[in-house]
């Protein structure tokens, strides 16, 4: 199971951090993720990382580099999404993903809303 939280209400170049609880072996997954799904569009990837043992590499979407940052707490099985310099155009849902390679399995969180204010 993942919990996402911390979404809310922010004023554009604000900042915000999201979190992802993910219980059980979840969090052992070899791909962790923030997506994101605004009105009307389709959900998109917003970051992801990698587990160790894979080199814990980290990717993200043109449109948050430099401003987004994806970590992971393993002693609190918790995923981040530090969002900075925050526009309006990044309100959405944001939902917390975890892919299992083999074999090939995916979980979903609840999501969680940001709404960036301009």
């Known amino acids: 199971q993942l919990v996402e939280s911390g979404g809310g209400l922010v004023q554009a170049g604000g900042s915000l951090t999201i979190s992802c609880v993910a219980s059980?072996?979840?969090?052992?997954?070899?791909?962790m993720g923030w997506y994101r799904q605004a009105p009307g569009k389709q959900r998109e990837l917003v970051a992801d990382?990698?587990?160790?043992?894979?080199?814990?590499?980290?990717r993200y979407a043109d449109s948050v580099k430099g401003r987004f940052t994806i970590s992971r707490d393993n002693a609190k099985n918790t995923v981040y999404l530090q969002m900075n310099s925050l526009k309006p155009e990044d309100t959405a849902v944001y939902y917390c993903?975890?892919?299992?390679?083999?074999?090939?399995?995916?979980?979903w969180g609840q999501g969680t809303q940001v709404t960036v204010s301009s």
């Open positions: 993903n975890v892919i299992f390679t083999h074999p090939l399995s995916t979980y």
């Open positions: 059980g072996n979840i969090f052992n997954g070899n791909i």
């Open positions: 990382m990698t587990d160790i043992q894979s080199g814990g590499s980290t």
